[in-house]
């Protein structure tokens, strides 16, 4: 579905990714792991045109998306939930949804009630500010509003950072029930126990590299861990 | 007791004239954060709009000149954000700089175009006279200029808040990353609200044509109280921005009536310093649970 050929991005002179190739098959949940500064969310900001690739290129169902701004790679059918669980704070939680639902030209009406669904906390707060809901129902919003588009793939950047237990596990329920319906999912994760619940395949980010790949049932072994650790 | 009061409606009026000029700045500047320098001459292109439509239209033109005038100064303005604005954003001192200049061309070609010498707008029958409220008459063009204001208010209001076009604006304006990546068309909001902002100009400058004789420079004269208007409000609050208005409109009134005209400008931008002091992001602010 969405394949990444040796990109490099640089914030600046300073390059952060270097020649990174990743693939997300159809129907899979891929997540993308490593230590801070490794260059997980500068990854997913140059899959969805946030910041420009200096070489090589991101196709997503064959069409070269390398140059394509944001909002295209959204109408193409691409979610994105970035870090920080940002919502639009002077909207409603109603308005946060029927912003992203209006725009969508794929959308069936029933979008939004199936986002609401998904995340049933958010239905009494419908008329509330966003910026005044707690960080976990904000995160709700957040993914919610990324589902309102309808995407074919969802792009998560650390779903459970900062968020109380009690919501990451609906979180965790909610994306577990996505990827069973057939959406191909992207998560950046820090939690091991959380990715290895979830993910089909892994990719470790190490210095603004792949440093390993594999399916998830790797995850477990001594050299992964190894990557992962402080 | 009398006096208060007659003062209480010149201050409403002055408010008035101050919000007018200032609605349009509320998106340009307010919303988008564009230091439009030119916006003074979107007011001058309303202005004129008036003057030329009184020749065919008579009487009435000063109705048919109102929507005119929007989408004359609106067109403009977005041809100036097509052109230029749009390749500054992020660039505050450039914008003002280039804007500047961009204000002082268009003062020119109003010269070449309708010659140097202030031109007359004459204000239709209609407006003559004025209403008795208590014993103090209020002119029928300065309540016209408040039924302008009036209708500008709510039809912005219920622009912001209740059509998607409004939603999207508020989405790009709090978060323009964000809203890129939920699927809204930045460029096209950023078209929209600079051609309703120099829109709303225009109808400042149809209404304060009712107020004085119209020059080049008619706009640039409003520019600064326009500016003061969105910062004291708040940027981007239209709330803010009519109690801006109404609060500098009444302290000028009063002082004036104390004092005179020089010393009462004097007083409100001491007033509006200390205000800021004390406050620097004016009346209104983004409120969250965030730390921001």
Known sequence: ?230 | MHVALAQLVTGLSISAVLLLIALGLTFTFGQMRVINMAHGEFIMAGAYTAYMLQGPLGHQSLLVALPVAFVVAGAIGLVLERLLIRRLYGRPLDTLLVTWGVSLILQQVARDLFGAPNVEVRAPTWLDGGVDVGGITIGANRLFIMAIVVVSVTAIWFYLTRSPQGRRTRAVVENRQLAACSGISTTTVDQRTFFIGSGLAGVAGVGITLLGSVGPTLGSNYLIDAFLVVVVGGLGHLRGAVLAAIGLGLLRAYVEYWSHASIARVVVFLAIVAFLQARPQGLFVLKTRSLQ
């Open chain 1, 1 to 230: 579905m969405l394949t990444v050929s040796g990109i490099d991005v640089a914030y600046g002179r300073s390059r952060v990714l270097f020649d990174v190739s990743l693939e997300i098959p159809d129907r899979a949940l891929v997540c993308v792991m490593g230590r801070n500064g490794v260059g997980k969310t500068t990854l997913l900001h140059a899959l969805m045109g946030l910041l420009p690739c200096g070489s090589g290129r991101v196709t997503f169902d064959g069409s070269d998306i390398t140059g394509w701004r944001p909002e295209r790679r959204v109408k193409a059918g691409i979610g994105y939930v970035p870090q920080g669980h940002e919502v639009f704070g002077q909207l409603t939680v109603w308005e946060n949804l029927q912003v992203a639902w209006e725009v969508s030209t794929a959308a069936k009406a029933s979008a939004i009630d199936d986002a609401l669904d998904l995340f049933p906390r958010l239905r009494p707060l419908l008329k509330r500010r966003a910026g005044f809901l707690s960080g976990g129902q904000q995160q709700q919003l957040s993914i919610a509003r990324a589902l309102v588009g309808q995407p074919r793939l969802l792009l998560l950047d650390e779903p459970t950072e900062g968020i109380q237990p009690s919501i990451i596990l609906e979180i965790e329920a909610a994306i577990v029930g996505l990827h069973r319906d057939g959406l191909s999912i992207l998560l950046v994760e820090q939690y091991l126990d959380f990715a290895i619940r979830l993910a089909d395949q892994y990719v470790i980010l190490d210095a603004g590299e792949v440093a390993r790949a594999g399916p998830a049932s790797e995850l477990g072994e001594p050299a992964v861990r190894q990557l992962l650790s402080l």
